[in-house]
């Protein structure tokens, strides 16, 4: 009886003697400062006077709304207008507004014909009359098998 409780008067001793562990807080603090840089992609200012932009505005990059159905922006796309005589069409005024659509990886063209989104081959040249007939309408093709377009947009391309 004497070893037992002399054993609960060892441990309750060693018990009381023994640390807490807590936790060693530096008064010291340093303070690090870290420079970063934002980069900001600007869409190319449009040149064309009676055009509308033919790229869909309403494209907000890369998986919105969803991985099915976005389309990135013209920025992204780098979409640029320019105004005078194409090379390859020269049957067009000095005024023409153009623009070369070059769909990033993973995208492909659509054409907004009559309100129906059509694929079609990247890249892609759409023009528009500024003066004469058909002022502030975007075409694509070569005069007089063009085609005339409401928008193009750059879709994923989708397996199935």
Same mark, same amino acid.
Request: aromatic share 8%.
């Given at each position: +009886? ?8 060892? +441990? ?9 562990? &807590?936790?060693?807080?530096? /008064?010291?603090?340093?303070?690090? &400062? $870290?420079?970063? &840089? ?25 998986? %919105? ?22 090379? %390859? ?34 890249? %892609? ?9 058909? $002022?502030? /309408? ?8 063009? $085609? ?13």
């Amino acid at each position: +009886m004497f070893l037992r409780s002399g054993f609960v008067v060892i +441990m309750f001793f060693k018990c009381t003697r023994t640390c807490i562990p &807590t936790q060693q807080v530096d /008064t010291n603090t340093t303070t690090t &400062t $870290v420079a970063t &840089t934002t980069t900001t992609v600007s869409e190319a200012p449009d040149p064309c006077t009676v055009c509308p932009k033919t790229y869909d505005t309403t494209c907000q990059g890369f998986g %919105i709304p969803n991985l099915i159905s976005w389309c990135p922006t013209a920025e992204e796309v780098g979409v640029t207008y320019v105004v005078g005589l194409l090379s %390859i069409i020269p049957l067009l005024p000095s005024d023409t507004c153009s623009t070369t659509i070059v769909c990033p990886l993973g995208t492909t063209v659509y054409y907004n014909v009559l309100g129906t989104e059509l694929p079609g081959p990247s890249p %892609i040249i759409a023009w528009c009359r500024q003066s004469g007939t058909d $002022v502030g /309408t975007w075409h694509t093709g070569i005069p007089p098998l063009d $085609v005339e377009l409401s928008s193009l947009v750059c879709r994923p391309v989708v397996g199935g």
